[in-house]
């Protein structure tokens, strides 16, 4: 089993344990670094290290775009293209395949649109947003797209509900999901099977390659705010025997609440001896929420997009911090404020890298304000640090009985 869970809470739902992958043993609960196109923006692959990072995610759509597979490949898979030796997530790109749709939308009238994203029981069309040019995803492709990156865990492609939109749409989008999901477990136990025989005859212990394959493939659970169709989901997914599950459709528009409810009937019908993984999620509350209901699994763009409009996060009290609405353990800073102008305190005095210790808030603001990007670099180190201790603060409690 790739999965192995270590310690649960007495007190909640929160679990710690080991995820095994081609590229190492994973720490759960644990957060993804967003590197989209191949990089962490403005980081570089020896600094997520660093960091802490134990794995990072990529998306296939954006890669499979630009720079295209052909150079991924010569350079032995995105590992080698973008020097990161860790394991990588990579989406199917379906999300984004839905979300950009807003960009793919022709007007011929003001009255009048033509989408450019069609969906069918086969795939879905789009177009690029880089060049216009046409291509079909299938839950085959997207396999092949993510062999081609060599990513560690995968994900299959999926259709995302808007979270409030009405129950016929999202029973047809749950039901495309569905046959998806099967059609890509189906395929990668076919391409997995001759490799699997050949593994069995050559084992000889329980230390054998056969206890990690290439990869992990994970389902999505979708389904919108409705709770029989997230759990006829969880249900049709959990009979496939995938190597985790993802939770997917939240953080879309929907409140805290309303997601922590549909985390509150979905994670348990899903398998206990699997990984949950709780997609696009989320601010630090809902992560300490989410970890509290099972989940071991995150990735979310907030940490480095607030950190290219300097917002900067503290485990801390901040002088001139901000708490968000039920946040007792953090707070933010908006360092482009002109209050920080003479603030020669050091960006963060208990951060372990020498950058946010030396360098000063003034120093900081003053690098936004004329626009220098060692201020995107500078905050961003201290978000993903923020981000990252946060998760081994979790563990930690979790190990200790007090979470």
């Known amino acids: 089993m790739p999965f192995k869970i270590i310690k649960k809470s007495h007190r909640s739902g929160a679990r710690l344990g080991l995820l095994k992958t081609k590229r190492g043993v994973i720490k759960t609960p644990f957060f993804m670094p967003i590197a989209t196109r191949g990089s962490v923006k403005s980081l570089e692959s ?55 749709e807003a960009k793919n939308v022709k007007f011929k009238t003001p009255n009048e649109r033509k989408s450019l994203v069609k969906i069918t029981d086969k795939g879905v069309e789009f177009k690029s947003v880089y060049d216009g040019s046409k291509h079909f995803f299938t839950p085959k492709k997207v396999l092949e797209i993510q062999a081609a990156i060599g990513s560690d865990i ?53 230390n054998s390659a056969l206890g990690c394959l290439d990869f992990l493939l994970f389902g ?37 609440q309303e997601m922590y409810q549909v985390l509150d009937y979905t994670v348990p019908a899903l398998p206990k001896d699997k990984p949950h993984y709780l997609m696009g999620v989320g601010y ?26 300097g917002r900067l996060y503290f485990s801390q009290a901040a002088t001139g911090g901000r708490q968000r609405p039920g946040s007792k353990f953090y707070q933010t800073i908006n360092i482009r404020a002109e209050k920080f102008s003479q603030d020669l305190s050091p960006i963060n005095a208990d951060s372990k890298l020498p950058e946010l210790r030396q360098y000063t808030k003034a120093y900081l603001r003053h690098l936004f304000a004329v626009q220098e990007p060692l201020a995107l670099r500078l905050a961003t180190l201290n978000n993903l640090e923020f981000y990252l201790q946060l998760m081994s603060n979790i563990r930690q409690a979790i190990k200790n009985s007090q979470y």
């Not at 029973?171 to 069995?200: F, P, V």
């Not at 099972?294 to 979310?300: E, N, P, Q, V």
Request: aromatic residues 8%; contains cysteine.
């Open 154 to 206: 995968r994900m299959v492609l999926d259709v995302c509900s808007p979270a409030k939109c009405s129950k016929k749409p999202a029973e047809q989008d749950l039901e495309i999901t569905l046959q998806w999901a099967k059609d890509s477990l189906d395929y990668k136990n076919s391409k997995l099977k001759i490799k699997k025989i050949g593994q069995i005859k050559k084992a000889k212990s329980k």
């Open 284 to 309: 630090p509350e809902q992560i300490v929420e989410a970890v509290k209901r099972g989940i071991d699994m995150f990735d979310c763009v907030i940490p480095t997009r607030e950190a290219r409009h």
């Open 220 to 256: 999505i659970v979708q389904g919108a705010l409705y709770k029989d169709l997230r759990l006829k989901s969880a249900s049709e997914l959990s009979r496939m025997s995938f190597d985790g599950y993802a939770i997917g459709g939240l953080a879309v528009g929907e409140s805290p």
């Open 46 to 100: 020896a600094e997520l290290k660093k960091l802490g990072a134990q794995i990072i995610l990529s998306n296939s759509y954006h890669l499979y775009l630009r720079p295209g597979l052909a150079v991924i490949k010569k350079s032995k898979g995105l590992h080698g293209f973008m020097n990161w030796s860790g394991p990588i997530l990579t989406d199917s790109g379906g999300f984004q395949v839905f979300s950009l």
